[in-house]
């Protein structure tokens, strides 16, 4: 069965340096996501990504954060200089089309990459 | 800005006996997505629920969307101990300048004593 996929599982990382987290969504996906998980709080939305243009974006998602899609496989979130509060899990989704009447914006995640910034 | 309020937040019960989680928000959603979250791993999916009142069963597990499509509830009958874990609901808004972005609940965390 087609699933999410990123790299690394997990990144530790000095505070001010630069990370790109890595995700391959399912191949024949359109709309990807990327959302993120502070330990002990809810998985929360940071931006969307649709026709090689972000379409929606969180508070969250400041200047700090940019996502990519360099080639027809990957898709990427670059955080420029990180802080300490950007230690979170962060999981990357994907879904086909958005026609909820198709049952078809239902999001499939990966397993997440695991920030640890020091 | 929406919000997802699920319940309980924590669910400690015996092995055959039942549950129910809830989801309620005062926002509409296209469709509400039911999520199991293992500890370090991302949710995998169980259910997406489109239809107002709509009923969907997964072997012991009844999802049902409310009729006005901003509640949901999940319903584990005779719980197992493999059923231990956190159960996450999503809502889904597409259409307008909303391109499927989730807002998650809080999650159910469920524990099974065999």
């Known amino acids: 069965e087609p699933e999410v996929t990123q790299t690394p599982s997990h990144q530790v990382t000095q505070m001010g340096q630069e990370v790109i987290l890595r995700c391959v969504p399912i191949?024949?996906?359109?709309?990807f996501y990327w959302y993120r998980q502070i330990l002990g709080q809810k998985v929360e939305f940071l931006v969307s990504?649709?026709?090689?243009?972000?379409?929606?974006k969180s508070e969250i998602f400041d200047d700090q954060f940019s996502v990519e899609r360099p080639d027809g496989s990957n898709f990427t979130l670059k955080i420029r200089s990180t802080k300490l509060e950007d230690s979170a899990m962060y999981f990357c989704?994907?879904?086909?089309?958005?026609?909820?009447?198709?049952?078809?914006?239902?999001?499939?995640f990966g397993p997440g990459t695991r920030l640890t910034v020091l | 800005t929406q919000l997802l309020e699920q319940s309980p937040q924590f669910l400690s019960i015996q092995e055959g006996e039942n549950l129910t989680v809830y989801c309620n928000s005062s926002?509409?959603?296209?469709?509400l997505q039911w999520y199991r979250q293992e500890p370090g791993e991302g949710p995998v999916l169980l259910v997406t629920?489109?239809?107002?009142?709509e009923v969907k069963k997964l072997k012991r597990l009844t999802f049902q969307f409310g009729d006005a499509r901003k509640d949901s509830s999940l319903h584990i009958t005779a719980a197992q101990p493999g059923d231990t874990g956190l159960y996450l609901c999503?809502?889904?808004?597409?259409?307008?300048?909303?391109?499927?972005?989730?807002?998650f609940g809080q999650g159910t965390i469920l524990t099974v004593h065999p």
């Open positions: 191949s024949n996906h359109l709309y």
């Open positions: 990504f649709y026709n090689n243009e972000i379409s929606e």
């Open positions: 629920v489109v239809t107002g009142g």
């Open positions: 926002s509409v959603f296209s469709s």
């Open positions: 989704a994907s879904s086909d089309i958005l026609v909820p009447e198709l049952h078809t914006d239902t999001q499939y």
């Open positions: 999503a809502g889904a808004q597409a259409g307008g300048t909303s391109y499927g972005k989730l807002t």
